[in-house]
């Protein structure tokens, strides 16, 4: 082919308003660049790139951030990437932080960690130290992070952090409607298992200690419950009660300082022999 091209036939084309030379012409009074003059491959050498060029860099402290929970934006649910970053980061910190006594039913052995990302990439870090790392495969972007954890008695951070590397689908119509991070849902879920009871006498289950949510016994609900939520200490009476004349929300007030309900009943079909 090198000898074709330096030792063939001359040939000019007219082309009507132009011309095709046969030799590629050179218009300039100096030359920055010519490729016929390159005659071999070169390294890009750090002394060769431009004098404006410049590095800069900086680092970024992650210690308070993945063990402390700190960080700029407070936010009470969960934020999309793409509107949080703004375009500065491909990288998204979630943190939040779980309150637990040390005679907490949901604090146990067998804790799970699960997480719906949208991400290319997720970290996840518990009291500092890291769970585990999950990222996207065969252009599946939606999938679940599941690991177990371990939580102590008292305050437990959990940092998240999500990595876009770029945005899938930067194209077209309605990008800005296309979920990416964390999104969701929240939650906190406890399961016990417990032997079957003997006899037909009703079966109930206490619930007091617990916060908000709702109850489930082998995928029946018992309803929801919230026994940390009190009544006010005041406004009950040492009388006998008595609803005769006029009734209002003050009249036979009963368990002032209790939660409304803390026993539920759970009917004998909902359990497995």
Not at 60 to 89: C, P, R, W, Y
Request: hydrophobic residues 30%; neutral net charge.
């Amino acid at each position: 082919m090198e000898y074709t091209l330096t030792h063939g036939n001359i040939t000019t084309k007219e082309l009507g308003n132009s011309v095709s030379t046969t030799y590629s012409s050179l218009i300039a009074k100096k030359e920055g660049y010519n490729t016929a003059k390159k005659v071999k491959k070169s390294v890009n050498k750090a002394e060769d790139e431009p004098e404006s060029l410049h590095w800069t860099w900086r680092p970024e402290s992650i210690d308070d951030t993945k063990i402390l929970g700190k960080g700029e934006v407070v936010a009470n649910h969960l934020l999309e990437q793409k509107e949080a970053a703004n375009d500065d980061s491909d990288y998204l910190w979630y943190m939040t932080s779980v309150q637990l006594s040390k005679d907490d039913p949901i604090l146990s052995g067998n804790m799970t960690l699960r997480i719906n990302e949208t991400g290319y990439i997720l970290h996840a870090f518990v009291n500092g130290e890291l769970t585990g790392s999950q990222w996207a495969t065969y252009n599946v972007f939606n999938y679940v992070f599941e690991k177990p954890i371990k939580l102590n008695p008292g305050k437990n951070t959990i940092s998240l952090l999500s990595a876009t590397v770029d945005f899938r689908f930067n194209y077209g119509g309605g990008y800005e409607n296309i979920n990416t991070g964390i999104i969701g849902p929240v939650s906190i879920g406890w399961t016990k298992q417990l032997q079957s009871s003997l006899g037909t006498e009703p079966v109930v289950v206490d619930l007091l200690g617990l916060g908000k949510g709702h109850a489930w016994v082998n995928g029946h609900s018992i309803g929801r419950y919230w026994p940390s939520y009190l009544a006010k200490e005041d406004g009950c009476s040492v009388d006998a009660c008595d609803y005769r004349g006029t009734y209002d929300n003050n009249k036979c007030v009963s368990n002032c300082g209790k939660p409304t309900q803390r026993w539920y009943h759970v009917p004998r079909s909902f359990e497995r022999r």
